[in-house]
């Protein structure tokens, strides 16, 4: 029911900055947490953050903590992942994904039933 769409996605320098997106749309869009993964070229999917459905909670995975700024704008059904101080172990496609409930659990949505496609972040020289 619920879709997400990523966007923003590019090739940047180190020390960049970038902003992604994820738009949501369907029935209960309003009402989920949504967070923001990626994941390395050979390595796992991590969270990244997570913001709750009112915007007043978030959370950061501490590798990115200090430097990314998850927000979102519940009139437009989008949240948007702020970056800057990019680093090259940044690199990675973001996804994102909402929750089965308003909350966060840390930097992770609950329950997570469903992602996006991905976009890719590259930073590089």
């Known amino acids: 029911q619920l879709q997400l769409v990523e966007s923003g996605g590019g090739l940047v320098q180190p020390g960049g900055s970038l902003r992604l997106s994820c738009a949501a749309s369907g029935f209960g869009s309003d009402y989920y947490a949504i967070g923001w993964f990626r994941q390395a070229p050979g390595k796992g999917r991590e969270g990244v953050a997570c913001i709750s459905t009112s915007g007043g909670s978030t959370g950061y995975a501490d590798s990115v903590k200090g430097r990314f700024t998850i927000s979102r704008d519940n009139a437009k059904n989008t949240v948007y992942l702020q970056m800057i101080s990019l680093k090259s172990e940044d690199t990675a496609v973001y996804y994102c994904?909402?929750?089965?409930?308003?909350?966060?659990?840390?930097?992770?949505?609950?329950?997570?039933?469903?992602w996006g496609q991905g976009t890719q972040v590259i930073v590089s020289s």
């Open positions: 994904a909402a929750g089965g409930s308003p909350y966060c659990s840390g930097y992770v949505p609950r329950d997570i039933g469903s």
